[in-house]
């Protein structure tokens, strides 16, 4: 447990000195009798998951977050284009500029794409052939999980995060690039659309085959499901099309 004081030793000095000018008989233990010291107890794990604060700290994880915690997450990058939901926390990597920079920099990632789901667009960022950044340094905010990501890449790589994010999904009206950061056996796109609580909420969901090149979608039809009935990945990202907002929503 970590005591926060709120004075130094100068602090105390000067505290007991006032206190002593203002007794009558000039005696110090009566003086020390009259202060009163406050202190603030921070508790070593404030989300209480688990973890302590120095652990999440470390790890980039949100000491403040139960649903951000120390782990590992493994993103794998083909050369080309890549549809993705970053599991990790981004709220450590500040801006867009450190999230290329923790993907490999200029010599990897010539460009992202970062899906704003409240404007229902797509935010660019990367490195033109000079290797200077261009674009917006899209800022991070705590709580903004499932990033949706179409990443660029040269090479085929692999890059390890050290925190794990498994937020609920606030599914807006529109599109969604979203993503699962756990494995759930069994979940498909059928299943996922049934979930999250079928054709009079939802109409669509995509992904990206990376073996082929081309999209999968499952949609409704006249009341039934139709199309490729594709398998949810973690770390992959699935294009939504909400009819209504559905907040708060877990795979």
């Known amino acids: 447990m970590v ?18 000018l203002c007794t009558r008989d000039g005696n110090i233990a009566s003086a020390a009798s009259n202060i009163y010291v406050r202190v603030t107890v921070v508790p070593d794990d ?5 973890y302590s604060n120095d652990e999440e700290i470390a790890a980039g994880s949100n000491p403040a977050d139960p649903d951000s915690t120390p782990g590992i997450t493994q993103l794998n990058l083909y050369t080309g284009v890549n549809f993705i939901s970053l599991r990790a926390d981004v709220l450590s990597m500040r801006n ?13 990632i010539p460009r992202v794409l970062i ?8 935010i660019e960022a990367g490195y033109n052939e000079a290797g200077e950044f261009y674009g917006e340094n899209y800022a991070f905010t705590a709580g903004q999980g499932n990033l949706g990501l179409v990443i660029y890449s040269k090479e085929d790589t692999v890059v390890v995060f050290s925190s794990v994010y ?3 999904w606030n599914l807006k009206q529109g599109i969604n690039l979203v993503g699962i950061p756990n494995t759930v056996t ?5 299943n996922l659309l049934d979930r999250i609580g079928g054709e009079v909420v939802v109409n669509s969901m995509s ?5 082929t090149g081309r999209f999968e979608t499952m949609a409704y039809y006249n009341g039934q499901l139709v199309g490729v009935d594709f398998r949810i990945v973690p770390g992959e990202g699935h294009f939504i099309f909400m009819k ?4 708060g929503f877990r795979p």
């Open 46 to 50: 404030i989300d209480h998951d688990g």
């Open 186 to 190: 069994g979940l498909t796109a059928s």
């Open 207 to 211: 992904g990206y085959n990376g073996e």
């Open 96 to 108: 867009a500029v450190t999230l290329l920079e923790s993907l490999g920099g200029s010599q990897v």
């Open 166 to 168: 498994s937020p609920a």
């Open 115 to 122: 899906f704003d789901p409240g404007s229902q667009s797509f």
């Open 3 to 20: 005591v926060k004081r709120l004075f130094t030793l100068s602090g105390v000095f000067l505290i007991l000195l006032f206190a002593l």
């Open 244 to 247: 209504n907002e559905v907040l």
